[in-house]
């Protein structure tokens, strides 16, 4: 299994940038697609980011397309999403997942951490 914990998160301001971690542990974690995934009060979990193993082959959603960008540190075992141009609506729960890379769900899923942008 593994385990997942992101840090990182907190208040910023419109326009401002924030870069979130998450730490990666258990065994095969660096073989694992990583990503991104956000959820606002009241609506559903949606796609942000993921990155690849090899961390070269990374994909983003519209939504946060030329704004975020994710990577990854296998040495670290940690993946980073780097978040420029914050808009209050990226305000959400910021949560780190992981999978093996033929599967369409995610297994694995960390606590989340808190990101506030306002206005």
């Known amino acids: 299994q593994v385990q997942l914990v992101e840090s990182g998160g907190g208040l910023v301001q419109s326009g401002g940038s924030l870069r979130l971690s998450c730490a990666a542990s258990?065994?095969?974690?660096?073989?694992?697609?990583m990503a991104w995934f956000r959820q606002a009060p009241g609506k559903e979990r949606e796609f942000v980011a993921d990155?690849?193993?090899?961390?070269?082959?990374?994909s983003y959603a519209d939504s946060v397309k030329g704004r975020f960008t994710i990577s990854r540190d296998n040495a670290k075992s940690t993946v980073y999403l780097q978040m420029n141009s914050l808009k209050p609506e990226d305000t959400a729960v910021y949560y780190c997942?992981?999978?093996?890379?033929?599967?369409?769900?995610?297994?694995?899923w960390g606590q989340g951490t808190q990101v506030t942008v306002s206005s």
């Open positions: 990155v690849r193993s090899t961390g070269g082959f990374r």
């Open positions: 258990g065994r095969g974690s660096s073989t694992y697609t």
């Open positions: 997942a992981a999978k093996m890379s033929y599967k369409v769900q995610y297994d694995y």
